[in-house]
């Protein structure tokens, strides 16, 4: 008596995973799978997002679209400052007061790198163009011969 009622709970088991588990795939494999950027449907790799590559491509700019818009707004002014400090910089080492770099549209918060002589002098950089303040309204400019360092 008790294998007989051990042996009917088993089949009800059974029939309930078995169940369950063909109602899980159905679910999974029925339901539409659509592009993550035009909503069309996709057909082929069951991985598979995007119905092509332009998808692909419109999806990824337009998540990153903030990230790369800060970075080409800094890019766009350390540009800027490099193009100002070679226009005023033609032979290479000049002095200019400070209202004329302004006044140029420099922004003096961005520059690539510095540059700390053994006297403690600061050198700032944009790429290959940099400047020393000698006070407070003059510079010294200089063009760096050998931007990339050889280490």
Do not use: W
Request: glycine share 4%; net charge positive.
């Amino acid at each position: 008596m008790q294998l007989e009622s051990f042996i009917s709970v088993l089949k009800r088991l059974n029939t309930d995973i078995f169940l369950y588990i063909r109602e899980f795939k159905t679910s999974q494999y029925m339901k539409k799978r659509v592009c993550l950027e035009c909503g069309e449907p996709l057909h082929g790799r069951s991985d598979q997002k995007f119905c092509s590559d332009a998808c692909r491509t419109a999806y990824h700019n337009r998540m990153h679209a903030d990230r790369d818009s800060m970075i080409r707004r800094i890019n766009s002014i350390l540009r800027k400052n490099r193009n100002i400090l070679m226009r005023l910089n033609p032979t290479g080492k000049a002095k200019v007061n400070r209202e004329k770099l302004i006044r140029e549209g420099f922004n003096f918060s961005y520059y690539t790198n510095t540059y700390v002589t053994k006297t403690g002098n600061t050198y700032y950089y944009c790429y290959d163009q940099g400047y020393l303040p000698l006070s407070d309204d003059l510079y010294f400019l200089v063009r760096r011969q050998e931007y990339i360092d050889q280490n």
